[in-house]
C-alpha cells in the first residue's frame, strides 16, 4: 500500500472550544431559542452533499434537528453558529467524510441580513480553522455552480477541485422485472481488503493529477475523501484479473446514491458497466454525481435512461500542507 502521512493535531474534543477573536463556534443548548427565530436567507443549504442535491427538501432547514444538535453533546460538536448583534449570522454543519483527515461542510446557512460575500468568506475561513484545529488536513465544499457563494469560498482559500454534473434515473421501476440480485456471471462481486492497492491504481487511473492533489496522493488520503454515506457498500467489477470498475453505493432512503469509477479500457462497455450499478437496486430510483473528467461515464448513464441536472462545483480547503524533508509529513497551515 502506498505510504500514508503522518502528524501530531491537538485533541479534537479541546479543539472545538470558543477561541477568543473568533465569529463562530459550537452550538450551545442556550442557542435554542435562536434558532427557534433564525430564518435562512436563501431558504435552503447553500452547500451540498449527494443526498441534499438530489432531494432540495433534504437541504432545508430543519430547526428541530438542529435544536436537537444543541441538546445533544455528541450531535452538538458537528453543529457550528455565528452570531452578531443582530442575531444569528449563519448555521453550519461539519462532519467526516469517509476518514478522520478529511472533512465537509455538509449544510451551510446564512441568515437574512447575513452577506455572502464578507460574512460568508469569514465563516467559510472559520471553518476550516476549526476542523484543522480538530485533525483535518482537508475540508470539502460542494455548491452550486456559479452561485456568489463560490467567489466566497475562493476568497476564504478554498480551490476548485472539480465541477460535477447530478445524474438521475427518477424512474422507480421497483414491481417490473428486475435483478433481485447481482449474477454471479456478470463479474461484480464484494469488495475485499486485498483490492484496496488495485482500486488506489484505478483511482489514479482515472483522475486527473490536479484533482488528486486535493482528493488524496496516497490511499489512506482517498480512502479518507471519500463522499460519507449511510451504511455504504462497495462492489468491484473483475476483468483480466483487475478491476475494470468498482462502485460505492447506499440504498437507504428508498433510493440507491452511488459513486462510480471505470478503466478507460473499460469505456467501450460503460453500458454493461451501468446496467451492473443497477443490477443490485431492484429497481428503484438512482442518482450520482459525474466530475467533469468522467464525461464518457456521463454518456453511459444517459443512455441507461438517466437525465442530467443541476451542476455543482466542489471545492476543497487544504488545512496541511506535506513537508518535504527529512521525512513526509504534514504541518498545520494558519486559517
Not at 305 to 310: E, H, K, Q, S, T
Request: glycine share 10%; hydrophobic share 45%; charged share 20%.
Amino acid at each position: 500500500m502506498p505510504g500514508s502521512t503522518s502528524c501530531s493535531w491537538s485533541s479534537p474534543g479541546r479543539s472545538r472550544e470558543v477561541t477568543r477573536g473568533r465569529m463562530i463556534r459550537i452550538l450551545r443548548p442556550t442557542d435554542s431559542t435562536r434558532l427557534l427565530f433564525f430564518r435562512p436567507a436563501a431558504g435552503g443549504t447553500l452547500a451540498f452533499t449527494l443526498e441534499s442535491a438530489t432531494h432540495p427538501a433534504a437541504g432545508s432547514f430543519r430547526t428541530g434537528r438542529y435544536i436537537a444538535r444543541a441538546l445533544t453533546w455528541r450531535a452538538r460538536r458537528d453543529g457550528w453558529i455565528a452570531c452578531g448583534p443582530s442575531g444569528i449570522i449563519g448555521v453550519a454543519h461539519l462532519r467526516h467524510r469517509s476518514g478522520p483527515t478529511a472533512w465537509e461542510l455538509s449544510e451551510l446557512f446564512l441568515g437574512a441580513d447575513a452577506s455572502v460575500d464578507t460574512d460568508g468568506a469569514d465563516i467559510l475561513a472559520e471553518i476550516a480553522w476549526v476542523a484543522a484545529r480538530a485533525g483535518a488536513q482537508r475540508v470539502f465544499l460542494r455548491l452550486a455552480a456559479g452561485s456568489p457563494t463560490c467567489t466566497a469560498a475562493r476568497r476564504a482559500g478554498y480551490q476548485l477541485q472539480t465541477a460535477e454534473t447530478l445524474y438521475r434515473r427518477p424512474r422507480d421501476l421497483r414491481g417490473m422485472a428486475q435483478p433481485r440480485r447481482y449474477p454471479a456471471e456478470s463479474g461484480w462481486r464484494p469488495v475485499l481488503d486485498a483490492d484496496m492497492l488495485a482500486l488506489f491504481q484505478l483511482y489514479c487511473q482515472t483522475t486527473p493529477f490536479a484533482a488528486r492533489t486535493t482528493g488524496g496522493l496516497t490511499a489512506p488520503e482517498w480512502r479518507d475523501a471519500l463522499e460519507a454515506y449511510s451504511k455504504s457498500r462497495e462492489m468491484v467489477l473483475d476483468r483480466e484479473g483487475k478491476p475494470a470498475a468498482w462502485v460505492r453505493y447506499s440504498d437507504s432512503g428508498n433510493e440507491r446514491l452511488f459513486t462510480l469509477m471505470a478503466q478507460p479500457e473499460a469505456f467501450d462497455d460503460l453500458g454493461e458497466v451501468v446496467r451492473g450499478v443497477l443490477a443490485g437496486g431492484f429497481g428503484m430510483p438512482a442518482s450520482v454525481l459525474v466530475p467533469a473528467h468522467l464525461a464518457a461515464v456521463g454518456a453511459a448513464l444517459e443512455a441507461a435512461g438517466f437525465v442530467a441536472g443541476l451542476e455543482f462545483d466542489l471545492y476543497v480547503r487544504m488545512t496541511a500542507v506535506r513537508a518535504t524533508a527529512p521525512h513526509p509529513a504534514v504541518a498545520a497551515v494558519g486559517g
